[in-house]
């Protein structure tokens, strides 16, 4: 699963990086996240049913289906399965729809429970570059207000090997090669697999980032000293650390 993540490059960045044109497709205000979590608004490529063109927008974590009565039940679903993506009810519409997004992010968390309570890693691409999220995003219009609601949620899959010691399950990560094709063709769920172990690399980090409360780029930092070695065998193994933390976060 996927329940916290990092979004913490200027919208620019993302736009440049995801083929969205800051002329055509104004971009929004959005603060860093290091600790990004359901219900907040976060940065979204959607592809314009009309034009064509990609556009960086921000939508709320936690789809809210066109057919509740409330907003309320958003803070649930802020995954969703890519097997039954196409079939479960509050799904299946934005999916007929090709109202699909890429998610951008730096990096992800993920834990491992321990008997001292659970332990995060922190996951990210080995070649530093941004991780393409798959989700899917859906509009909801209040009864009361008449104000429209734009959420999203994140799609996951089987986890690849490297990452089921920690959960069984993994957000859905796109090479670049399959962006448009999610994006645009009717059906691409044969791309929604599980991106190969190799491409990835995690390092356990401070518990600092269990609490929402916390947001900082110190949350990436690897855990060190024997703390840190003892989380590592929780693995079975090494995992690996970033060459460098700034404090715009890490750099590959």
């Known amino acids: 699963m996927c329940g ?18 800051p002329l055509t497709a104004p971009l929004p205000n959005a603060p860093a996240r290091y600790n990004a979590a359901p219900t907040q608004d976060l940065m979204a490529v959607r592809r314009h049913p009309a034009t064509g063109l990609r556009h960086l927008s921000l939508l709320r974590w936690g ?16 995954n969703a399965r890519c097997e039954s993506v196409a079939e479960k009810p509050a799904f ?9 997004c890429i998610v951008p992010a730096e990096g992800f968390y993920e834990w491992r429970a321990t008997d001292s309570g659970r332990q995060p890693f922190f ?14 995003w859906e509009g909801w219009k209040d009864p009361a207000t008449g104000i ?27 090479p670049e090669v399959d962006i448009t094709a999610y994006l645009e063709e009717p059906d691409p769920r044969a791309l929604l697999r599980p991106l190969p172990g190799a491409a990835l690399e995690l390092w356990p980090v401070s518990r600092k980032v269990n609490s929402v409360r916390n947001d900082a780029a110190s949350l990436m930092a690897p855990l060190e000293g024997e703390e840190g070695r003892a ?3 929780l693995l079975g193994g090494e995992a690996e650390g970033p060459r460098e933390l700034s404090a715009g976060g890490v750099r590959p």
């Open 148 to 174: 429209w609601l734009r959420t999203f949620t994140l799609l996951t899959c089987a986890a690849n090997a490297r990452l089921a010691p920690l959960h069984e399950r993994m957000p859905v990560i796109l």
């Open 92 to 100: 299946r519409s934005a999916w007929a729809a090709r109202r699909r």
């Open 123 to 136: 996951i990210r691409r080995a070649d530093g570059a941004p991780l393409a999220l798959a989700g899917l």
């Open 63 to 78: 789809l809210v289906p066109s057919f509740s009565k409330d907003a309320s039940g958003g803070a649930r679903m802020i």
């Open 4 to 21: 916290r993540f990092v979004q913490h490059q200027a919208p620019v960045v993302y736009a440049e990086h995801f083929g969205v044109d």
């Open 231 to 233: 989380a590592l065998r």
